[in-house]
């Protein structure tokens, strides 16, 4: 099956979705078809030996619509220019459209309603204004010059007309088709009407000339038009707001590498780089693939992948990853992975075809508009005939029809979904959390089960020694003898303990005669005494006494340790204890959690003493240990069977069957590899506050949907039945055309503006930060009230402050900013957001507001703020 991105031109409201989806699922070889208002997209599935891109695209054509290969420059059938940026395109032809259609009904509006306007508002209105369009006498010059006035309205507009009545034509109408028969419907009775004033002129009937000219609508056909593009532009407008977090991913992207070719360097746009190519970058630039270093050092801002705000040094043989920023040395690279494969276009990828799916409680809306569309056309024909049974004017029951066309809004139906994933899986990749699909949005906020894998996803993934126990030697001496037994090894634990030495200042005491036992242990000699280092059997096996230690043994088991034991010439001189410590966040992460109603089981292979240790210390409820990789899925499926809906967080790699298994399987720690298939969600940075911040932002997209469906479907259920009259018998009250036309252009940009407040969803981090400053006000204001008569111990306040800067444009920048402001008498910390164009600055003192602006102007920078 191969995936394809399509271009749709001509769409205007849910019904078009619809009809597009229809047209395409019944081609042969497709499915998974999903079409996306928001973006005039459509994503789907096809199986290229039975149907094709062509094939797919006469189908779009034959139900009304334009469609060709996303990025493939093909031309759209309609008019047949190429199709650009959609949201881009639609905001300049509206405006376009807006302003002049307004130049136009304005004078409309005054010539049909400057009567009114004087009596309502006491506007006086000139002589020359009467004189030309009041009184029956005038009624023909009243009425033609509203005609010609609203002419070119309807011509600006004529999209409406061209699209509605030819998707009437195809049996299936839509939004443009009320919008289009309910403004025409409005500029044809006008035109009757100047013919019945005509005659009734011709024939000295000045009643019926006078009873027509106080009932033409051609203020109506304008103003519905106009209304419906202003709704549609701030539509667009804000549109373009839910993709802002897709274009901030899409300018990481470098355009251009300098690579070495034939010995000589050469600047290439991106698209021809070609994996093996070596790729040389300098200060300040971004990485334009991954790659692994080949010569040269330097430090990498990787914040825009994994988050991580301090600078990673990379050397020979290190690996780089694209769209990072490169801020000390020169590097030469080796391009591995290049183009579509690079990770920021993986990423950009993902964030696009998630917000171009659809959740399953879409098809809902698919559904409604699917029929909803005819059912108001035969609502407004049903109440104008009934109207006309009951003795009301034909003006009256016309009116009545046009206010139903045209107040119905299939808008909002289809915009309820979209925008909302579209917003909510950008805000998430603004924060590293990639949510794949909208199916996967909608599955995680029902998620009852989290089970996590234990290594490196709730640890850092790496050992280290947590404890050191001399026993007849000093602690450095022990370290020493143990750093010389692990140097040469190539085991995990011997790495943590040559580094535990190296932090203490123990220089390993060089060794001969090595011999290690696989599982077991090693042996080695110098300065004429003997060394074993292993556990407590191997130790017993060369003669030593262990019985002395076992109460220790015990406890770094019950700690969830692994004790490393050292003797010296078959005695015991120490042991140290060693462990995969939880992350800093990871006992944060497991508590918000279990706030959340949800339970949180750990999976592990280790044996069920050292999960009960870390179960303890994360306060998880439940640990299933012992379980092989292969047996993960085993779990995940009992689970299931119990009735959970169960969330899988692990790397992606070796938990890939239980992630594929799971109903949601979150990717951990997979910042240079975010395509895992298994996968429907992947988590930039290793932190398991992303995990609990994807499943809040879940529930919070999903219930931001139920909120958009449930008021576009509540706007129809009242107004229809308002504009058809319903309340006119009782209450006198009966809607006009234009105001129908208002009340459908608010309901859909009400939905859009909705779907922004998504925008304000904090995540855990954020949350934690907020949380952690005011305990840091509500701690210090008091200790600001300690009496000066008493001791102090405390350390001066310290003074935070946020700096706008103007002028920074790269990492030099950036660093020459940093080290001015590091330099400043008082200052602790000081942190520079390059795109952000601000600084964090901590100081011991309060310094005013000139002295920072002298010191960024000494810089080369502005001061704003």
């Given at each position: 099956m191969k995936k394809e991105k399509f271009d749709i031109t001509g769409m205007s409201c849910a019904a078009c979705s619809a009809r597009v989806t229809k047209a395409v699922e019944k081609v042969a070889g497709t499915q998974d078809v999903n079409v996306n208002l928001l973006t005039n997209s459509m994503q789907l599935s096809y199986d290229e030996s039975a149907t094709s891109a062509a094939a797919i695209i006469t189908a779009v054509e034959d139900a009304g619509y334009g469609a060709a290969v996303h990025g493939g420059g093909a031309a759209a059938p309609a008019g047949g220019a190429a199709i650009a940026d959609p949201v881009k395109k639609s905001i300049a032809e509206m405006k376009h459209r807006l302003i002049w259609s307004i130049v136009f009904l304005l004078p409309t509006m005054y010539i049909a309603m400057h009567v009114m306007f004087e009596r309502l508002f006491g506007l006086p209105v000139p002589d020359g204004v009467r004189a030309l369009f009041d009184g029956p006498e005038n009624a023909i010059v009243f009425a033609f010059s509203q005609l010609l006035l609203v002419l070119p309205i309807m011509y600006l507009n004529r999209k409406y007309y061209i699209s509605g009545f030819k998707s009437l034509v195809h049996g299936a109408p839509n939004m443009d088709s009320l919008v289009g028969m309910g403004s025409m419907a409005a500029a044809m009775f006008g035109a009757f009407a100047i013919f019945r004033m005509g005659y009734g002129m011709g024939h000295g009937d000045w009643a019926l000339v006078t009873e027509y000219s106080t009932n033409l609508y051609f203020e109506s056909a304008g103003m519905i038009v106009t209304l419906i593009t202003v709704g549609k532009y701030l539509e667009a407008r804000a549109k373009g707001e839910t993709s802002r977090a897709l274009e901030k991913l899409m300018d990481l992207a470098p355009k251009e590498a300098a690579v070495v070719r034939n010995g000589v360097e050469t600047v290439i746009s991106v698209e021809q780089l070609r994996a093996g190519d070596e790729v040389v970058v300098r200060p300040g630039e971004r990485i334009p693939a991954d790659g692994t270093v080949l010569s040269g050092t330097t430090s990498i801002d990787e914040s825009a992948i994994t988050g991580e705000s301090m600078p990673v040094l990379k050397q020979a043989g290190d690996t780089v990853t694209s769209a990072t920023i490169n801020q000390q040395g020169a590097i030469h690279f080796r391009a591995d992975r290049v183009g579509e494969d690079a990770t920021i276009q993986q990423i950009i990828r993902l964030v696009d075809e998630a917000s171009a799916s659809k959740a399953p409680i879409a098809r809902m809306a698919d559904k409604i508009a699917g029929v909803f569309v005819p059912a108001v056309i035969a609502i407004a024909l049903v109440a104008g005939g009934a109207w006309l049974a009951m003795g009301a004017s034909?003006?009256?029951?016309?009116?009545?029809?046009?206010?139903?066309?045209?107040?119905?809004?299939?808008?909002?139906?289809?915009?309820?979904?979209?925008?909302?994933?579209?917003?909510?899986?950008?805000?998430?990749?603004?924060?590293?959390?990639?949510?794949?699909?909208?199916?996967?949005?909608?599955?995680?906020?029902?998620?009852?089960?989290?089970?996590?894998?234990?290594?490196?996803?709730?640890?850092?993934?790496?050992?280290?020694?947590?404890?050191?126990?001399?026993?007849?030697?000093d602690e450095k001496r022990l370290l020493a003898i143990a750093a010389g037994l692990e140097q040469q090894s190539e085991h995990p634990l011997a790495a943590a303990v040559v580094q535990k030495a190296k932090e203490q200042g123990a220089l390993p005491l060089v060794m001969t005669s090595f011999a290690a036992t696989f599982g077991k242990g090693v042996t080695a000699q110098a300065d004429g005494h003997a060394y074993a280092a292993g556990s407590a059997t191997f130790l017993e096996e060369l003669g030593a006494d262990v019985t002395g230690i076992k109460g220790r043994l015990d406890a770094l088991a019950d700690d969830g340790a692994t004790p490393l034991i050292f003797a010296e010439d078959g005695h015991i001189i120490g042991l140290l204890g060693a462990a995969d410590e939880p992350k800093a966040t990871s006992r944060?992460?497991?508590?918000?959690?279990?706030?959340?109603?949800?339970?949180?089981?750990?999976?592990?292979?280790?044996?069920?003493?050292?999960?009960?240790?870390?179960?303890?210390?994360?306060?998880?409820?439940?640990?299933?240990?012992?379980?092989?990789?292969?047996?993960?899925?085993?779990?995940?499926?009992?689970?299931?069977?119990?009735?959970?809906?169960?969330?899988?967080?692990?790397?992606?790699?070796?938990?890939?069957?239980?992630?594929?298994?799971?109903?949601?399987?979150?990717?951990?720690?997979?910042?240079?590899?975010?395509?895992?298939?298994?996968?429907?969600?992947?988590?930039?940075?290793?932190?398991?506050?992303?995990?609990?911040?994807?499943?809040?932002?879940?529930?919070?997209?999903?219930?931001?949907?139920?909120?958009?469906?449930?008021?576009?479907?509540?706007?129809?259920?009242?107004?229809?039945?308002?504009?058809?009259?319903?309340?006119?018998?009782?209450?006198?009250?009966?809607?006009?055309?234009?105001?129908?036309?208002?009340?459908?252009?608010?309901?859909?940009?009400?939905?859009?503006?909705?779907?922004?407040?998504?925008?304000?969803?904090?995540?855990?981090?954020?949350?934690?930060?907020?949380?952690?400053?005011?305990?840091?006000?509500?701690?210090?204001?008091?200790?600001?009230?300690?009496?000066?008569?008493?001791?102090?111990?405390?350390?001066?306040?310290?003074?935070?402050?946020?700096?706008?800067?103007?002028?920074?444009?790269?990492?030099?920048?950036?660093?020459?900013?940093?080290?001015?402001?590091?330099?400043?008498?008082?200052?602790?910390?000081?942190?520079?957001?390059?795109?952000?164009?601000?600084?964090?600055?901590?100081?011991?003192?309060?310094?005013?507001?000139?002295?920072?602006?002298?010191?960024?102007?000494?810089?080369?920078?502005?001061?704003?703020?």
């Open positions: 034909v003006e009256f029951a016309f009116s009545v029809a046009i206010c139903i066309l045209v107040i119905s809004c299939p808008c909002a139906l289809g915009l309820a979904t979209p925008v909302a994933i579209m917003v909510g899986t950008g805000k998430g990749a603004e924060n590293g959390i990639l949510i794949k699909s909208g199916e996967a949005l909608e599955t995680a906020q029902a998620v009852d089960t989290v089970v996590m894998d234990k290594t490196g996803t709730i640890t850092e993934g790496r050992p280290r020694i947590t404890s050191v126990t001399p026993i007849g030697v944060a992460a497991i508590e918000k959690f279990q706030q959340l109603g949800i339970d949180v089981v750990m999976l592990t292979g280790d044996n069920a003493r050292t999960a009960e240790a870390m179960r303890q210390r994360m306060g998880l409820g439940r640990v299933i240990a012992g379980v092989l990789p292969g047996g993960k899925a085993d779990e995940i499926k009992k689970l299931q069977a119990e009735g959970h809906r169960v969330a899988m967080i692990g790397d992606g790699i070796n938990d890939a069957p239980a992630l594929a298994q799971a109903d949601l399987g979150i990717a951990i720690g997979a910042g240079t590899d975010v395509a895992i298939e298994s996968a429907d969600a992947v988590l930039m940075k290793s932190d398991l506050l992303d995990a609990v911040s994807a499943i809040r932002l879940s529930k919070a997209v999903l219930r931001n949907i139920k909120e958009n469906l449930f008021w576009a479907l509540i706007y129809n259920v009242i107004c229809i039945p308002v504009a058809a009259g319903v309340l006119y018998p009782a209450f006198g009250i009966k809607l006009s055309p234009m105001v129908g036309a208002a009340a459908m252009s608010l309901s859909s940009v009400c939905v859009v503006l909705n779907a922004l407040r998504l925008n304000f969803f904090q995540t855990d981090h954020a949350a934690a930060a907020a949380v952690s400053d005011t305990a840091e006000t509500a701690i210090a204001a008091p200790a600001a009230e300690i009496s000066n008569d008493e001791p102090q111990t405390k350390e001066a306040d310290t003074m935070e402050k946020t700096l706008k800067i103007e002028g920074m444009m790269c990492a030099h920048c950036q660093k020459h900013v940093h080290d001015a402001l590091a330099k400043m008498d008082g200052v602790t910390d000081v942190t520079v957001d390059l795109e952000g164009g601000s600084a964090d600055v901590k100081a011991t003192r309060d310094i005013p507001q000139d002295e920072f602006q002298k010191v960024i102007a000494d810089a080369g920078y502005e001061l704003v703020g």
